[in-house]
């Protein structure tokens, strides 16, 4: 593993940074220009790296620039939430190549999982890239264990301890399991934010917490469930069966009424419908309740992700005053973000791409000793919390020079 460090280093560097130069390549990574020059070929004879059209004069030869071969490989995005399943089929680029998102009724049944599985088999059939599809990844709404292969508990799927092994069998490809919050996160470029908490303001609420560019799940997989902190003890009743959860005041159901409307259709009414207006602004006011209490424990950056969080940018400045009031410690509120996928979606159809659809694929490669290469193994997660735009490039941010083993990982971490 030792002597392909570089090929890690350099792979993971092109990964976040996309097309780059090879000097630029030996001067970040502190290599050697004949170490660089060699792993580059060798990437480059397995047709994984390709030269760019982009060159630069260094007072000789031009230099050309390298980069990842979009298409040398591809993964699958799959989603389920309790009424729908997304599918995504996605190239090295995080480009979306095809997709679709169809109603069922999740059932906690061996009927279901078939189904599911002849949905995903027809997808591949349909795209003929069945050579070239290295993985399928798998994101739930709830706590994920994926070394045992178990959704823990979900209390929107209504299941606890929940065996996914059966799922898995019935795939035609390797699957990874995470949780849908977490994907999410991870889909937002966690290694150049480093510390950062993850509201995912959909249906319902989910949330991720990112420490020094990692995922940090806690001793149980349940870090982030901040849906289910009491915001208002003795308050609203939640589907959890408390009263107060933060989800009960801050999920987007509490402006859709439980989902029975678009929430594009709510935030329409907003500026001429006083009755929209109220629900907008109470909803603003205990949302600034809730980042206040995260930024007061935290003191990271939070970002606003999800189906509401595609339409706060709108609202910065409204939101900002109402954090004002619960939180006195803090000057400005350049801490909050905006998530990266709001408005890739707008204007596309509502059934694939709207802006509640929130996907990622997290990629590893590993070294092979068996056939001595570089192999490409891709065990991805894609999510939607609740979401359907399924595409990500989270996968970029994976530190390949940290995997140990040769086996596929045990978690995304």
């Known amino acids: 593993m030792k002597k392909n460090a570089a090929k890690y280093k350099i792979l993971n560097y092109m990964l976040n940074r996309g097309n780059v130069f090879k000097l630029e390549l030996a001067q970040e990574l502190n290599l050697s220009m004949p170490t660089v020059l060699s792993n580059i070929n060798e990437l480059m004879a397995t047709g994984l790296i390709v030269e760019v059209g982009e060159s630069r004069n260094t007072g000789g030869r031009k230099a050309h620039a390298v980069g990842i071969q ?12 309790a009424n729908h399943i997304g599918i995504v089929l996605v190239n090295l680029g995080g480009e979306v190549i095809a997709q679709e998102r169809v109603r069922e009724k999740f059932e906690p049944n061996t009927a279901y999982l078939i189904r599911l599985s002849e949905r995903v088999k027809d997808f591949c059939a349909r795209q003929q890239m069945k050579e070239k599809l290295l993985g399928i990844g798998i994101s739930l709404p709830g706590i994920v264990n994926e070394k045992e292969r178990i959704l823990v508990k979900s209390h929107t799927l209504k299941l606890e301890n929940y065996s996914l092994k059966t799922m898995e069998q019935l795939m035609p490809f390797p699957v990874h399991f995470e949780n849908d919050a977490n994907a999410a996160m991870l889909a937002e470029h966690p290694s150049a934010i480093k510390n950062i908490v993850y509201l995912s303001l959909n249906n319902t609420l989910g949330g991720a917490v990112c420490i020094h560019g990692e995922l940090f799940i806690g001793d149980n997989r349940k870090a982030g469930e901040i849906g289910h902190m009491i915001l208002k003890p003795g308050g609203k009743q939640c589907y959890c069966g408390k009263q107060g959860c933060a989800d009960a005041y801050c999920a987007a159901s509490v402006l859709t009424q439980n989902g029975r409307e678009p929430l594009e ?15 907008w602004d109470a ?33 910065s400045l409204e939101l900002g005053e109402k954090i004002s009031k619960y939180n006195l410690f803090d000057r400005d509120i350049s801490y909050l973000k905006n998530c990266a996928y709001k408005m890739e979606a707008r204007g596309l159809e509502p059934l694939v791409l709207q802006p509640k659809n929130i996907g990622f694929i997290r990629y590893f490669l590993f070294y092979d000793k068996i056939h001595d290469k570089i192999c490409e193994r891709i065990y991805s997660a894609a999510c939607c919390c609740i979401c359907n735009f399924l595409s990500s490039k989270a996968w970029r941010y994976t530190d390949f020079s940290t995997l140990s083993d040769f086996q596929p990982p045990a978690a995304i971490m």
Request: aromatic letters at 12%; zero cysteines; a negative charge.
């Open 70 to 81: 979009k298409n040398y490989r591809y993964s699958l995005g799959v989603d389920i939430t």
């Open 265 to 279: 259709s709510f935030m329409e009414r907003i500026p001429a419908d006083k009755k929209t207006r109220e629900i």
């Open 283 to 315: 909803y603003l006011d205990d949302l600034a309740m809730l980042i206040s209490n995260i930024r007061m424990f935290m003191d990271t950056d939070i970002m606003l992700g999800g189906e509401v969080g595609g339409y706060l940018s709108n609202y």
